[in-house]
Nanobody, 115 residues
């Protein structure tokens, strides 16, 4: 499975962005998909996940109520709608997919939130 993340960019504090993670080469609907992020000088951290079985979603406390993860299996794509962005959301965002472990990773897309 190959994952392609896109949608990053520069946005002002309080603004919105929607990231996309497009998959190819596999049966996308069979994978749980997540978004992670890594800010400069910091470790990669979990952001959000959407389960393969029931579509259940989970979020990091830092993004709850602001970010929404969704998937369209007909398009082999997972989205991360990010609202009310803060400067501390600045990071490279990665999507990952797998069953039990994160076997596949996208290349990352940079999100920069200016104050």
């Amino acid at each position: 499975v190959q994952l392609q993340a896109s949608g990053g960019g520069l946005v002002q504090s309080g603004g919105s962005l929607r990231l996309s993670c497009a998959a190819s080469g596999g049966i996308f609907s069979t994978y749980t998909v997540a978004w992670f992020r890594q800010a400069p000088g910091r470790e990669r951290e979990f952001v959000a996940r959407i389960n393969r079985d029931n579509g259940r979603t989970d979020y990091a406390d830092s993004v709850k109520g602001r970010f929404t993860i969704s998937r369209d299996n007909t398009k082999n794509t997972v989205y991360l709608q990010m609202n009310s962005l803060k400067p501390e959301d600045t990071a490279v965002y990665y999507c990952a997919a797998g069953v039990g472990t994160w076997d596949y990773w996208g290349q990352g897309t940079l999100v920069t939130v200016s104050s």
